[in-house]
């Protein structure tokens, strides 16, 4: 037997077995338990130099016994009932201080509920958002974490060392009580589904509107990289563009189906803002347009009725304004995102650290940016300010959005869908406008129900003339 392991893992599946090699690689003794045991022993068989540090376990009593208490254990199974399955076979076996920490990616509101479950009956619990797929799990991810700070402050240790590094500081951090890890993680990925269908965008602009071949796109994408749009998306962008099918010689990109899928973190991320009342548009557009484009039989029947849109743009837009709309879509997206953020601190009474979210989204996980380390210092300097004002990006704006406006508009004239970039480019014009159209919904919802309106004189007549006209 070895020693007493400093903390467990369950759930050895593409993201579980890469944590458990980061744990173990970092020096901290790891017990593990799959629900099928032949996996856990081949993953300890396959795990070289890193076998010793690895004790494979066949039940969860003997999982229990092998590490030391109080004891944590991160639960790396599928989000859902699989979470609370396995909180309630380990319940009876756990002492009152040992601490459950879900890694999946939960709907928050269900690590609320297991949080204040664990409050009641024990033993703790945390939600954790892990963000970096397969290879940031492995080298470093990005970790957001939610619960009790104390029992953050009890696995932090692990987790800093596990997690991506910017500068020497680990992109690991206490965002909150209870679903906060959660609720950021979720955020995260709706920026990254917006960040995503950007890109999508710019490079449909740039094959059918440009007529590019991918190498060229892929070039185009590689020089973006070297600016402001420096990223892991764009990085990886060029290198699915460059990429030849081994099967056909052709392009990657011209052989995979026009089709996407998802798990839903963007679509929660989508209806938690509807509940908040804080707008994610571009996010929206970017959930939106993943659901259109699974209606692939839909969009073609669509195409035989009113023929293919005449894409050329013949030169009514460069490489450089792309760019520049491009960067004005990334600061409006993320513009929203924490906006996001910030409405569900107040609502849900938790002050999550917008700074400091920046700051972990730095390195590890998959919308990892240069702008993010901007993002952070103007959040620092205010985190009540929407991104949109603070001078950095109001002056990137100021220089971009006469180019995202020129794409948008290209993209309207020659049938170029770009939902995305123009959701963004509508919330900021609207954020701009210091004199709405809403007065108008103001009189129709008076003359029709007489909900009332505030004057812009102060007077305190709160209805129009038409009161008693209505239905
Ligand atoms: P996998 O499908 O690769 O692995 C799932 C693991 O959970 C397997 O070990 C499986 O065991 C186990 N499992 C499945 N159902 C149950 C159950 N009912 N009870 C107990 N164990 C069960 O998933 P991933 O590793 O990709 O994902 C795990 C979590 O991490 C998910 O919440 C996912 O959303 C999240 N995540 C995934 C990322 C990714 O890039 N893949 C990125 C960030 C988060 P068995 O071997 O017996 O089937």
């Not at 959005?401 to 963004?424: E, K, Y």
Request: net charge negative; glycine share 10%.
């Amino acid at each position: 037997m070895n020693n007493p392991a400093s903390i467990g893992l369950i759930g050895l599946g593409t993201m579980g077995t890469m944590l458990a090699l980061n744990i173990a690689e970092k020096g901290f003794h790891i017990a593990v338990w799959n629900r099928t045991t032949t996996v856990t022993h081949e993953f300890k068989a396959e795990a070289g130099e890193l076998a010793s540090m690895i004790t494979p376990t066949d039940t969860l009593a003997d999982l229990v016994a092998a590490i030391k208490p109080p004891r944590s254990i991160i639960l790396m199974v599928p989000a859902g009932p699989a979470v609370d399955d396995m909180i309630a076979a380990l319940r009876p076996l756990l002492a009152p201080d040992d601490l459950i920490i879900d890694a999946g990616n939960a709907l928050f509101h269900d690590t609320n509920r297991r949080s204040a479950e664990a409050e009641a009956h024990g033993p703790h619990f945390m939600g954790i958002g892990v963000s970096g797929g397969e290879e940031g799990a492995r080298h470093g991810p990005a970790i957001m974490g939610g619960g009790l700070r104390s029992d953050w402050d009890r696995v932090a240790p692990v987790l800093d060392a596990i997690a991506a590094k910017y500068k020497g500081t680990p992109c690991a951090n206490y965002m909150g009580p209870a679903g906060a890890g959660h609720f950021v993680k979720a955020v995260h990925n709706g920026i990254e589904y917006a960040d995503m269908q950007m890109i999508a965008e710019v490079y449909g602009v740039m094959r059918d509107g440009m007529n590019m071949p991918p190498a060229e796109i892929a070039a185009t994408f590689r020089a973006w990289n070297t600016g402001p749009l420096q990223s892991y998306l764009i990085e990886i962008s060029a290198e699915v563009a460059a990429a030849t099918d081994t099967h056909s010689g052709k392009p990657m990109l011209d052989m995979i189906l026009d089709r996407a899928g998802q798990k839903g973190t963007g679509r929660w991320t989508v209806i938690e803002a509807q509940h908040l009342a804080a707008p994610i548009p571009a996010i929206e557009a970017a959930v939106m347009a993943r659901n259109l484009s699974s209606r692939l039989d839909e969009r073609i029947a669509g195409e035989a009725v009113f023929g293919a849109a005449p894409h050329p743009l013949n030169g009514a837009l460069g490489l450089m304004r792309l760019e520049q709309a491009m960067i004005a879509g990334k600061i409006l997206c993320y513009a929203q995102g924490f906006a996001l953020i910030s409405a569900a601190s107040t609502a849900f009474n938790w002050p999550m650290p917008l700074p400091e979210i920046a700051r972990v989204w730095r390195e590890g996980c998959i919308i990892r940016s240069s702008m993010l380390n901007d993002m952070a210092t103007a959040l620092a300097e205010d985190p009540n300010r929407n991104l949109m004002l603070a001078p950095f990006f109001a002056d990137h704006l100021k220089s971009t959005h006469t180019a995202l406006r020129q794409t948008v508009a290209a993209g309207a004239l020659h049938g170029l869908p770009v939902p995305a970039l123009a959701s963004g480019l509508s919330w900021f014009d609207m954020m701009r406008t210091g004199r709405s159209t809403a007065n108008m919904i103001q009189a129709q919802r008076d003359f029709f129900g007489a909900h009332g309106f505030e004057r812009v004189d102060g007077l305190p007549d709160k209805h129009g003339p038409w009161v008693g006209h209505g239905v």
